[in-house]
């Protein structure tokens, strides 16, 4: 079975922010995160693209600096 190691706190991640180059805050997942799929998310800090979709948890990032907002998509491993 996979899992996110972010979820199961297995890892930290540290995203720095693409536009003032702060560390930024790492929210739960998208899906708990808003009701719906946020439609005026920026996907443009998306990491990982790639691979099977079902394979990725999306996480919310903020910047607390500058207010920046985004998507990191966490590859799950296997358990
Ligand atoms: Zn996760
Ligand atoms: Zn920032």
Redesign the pocket.
């Known amino acids: 079975m996979n899992i996110c190691p972010l979820c199961n706190g297995l890892m930290e991640y540290t995203k720095y922010?693409p536009?003032?180059?702060?560390k930024?805050e790492i929210y739960d997942r998208v899906e708990n995160y808003y009701d719906d799929y946020s439609p005026y998310l920026s996907y443009e800090l998306t990491d990982l693209n790639d691979g099977d979709p079902s394979n990725i948890c999306s996480h919310v990032c903020y910047?607390k600096?500058?207010?920046?907002q985004g998507i990191v998509s966490i590859k799950n491993i296997r358990e």
């Open positions: 922010c536009r003032c180059g702060e930024m910047c600096n500058c207010g920046n």
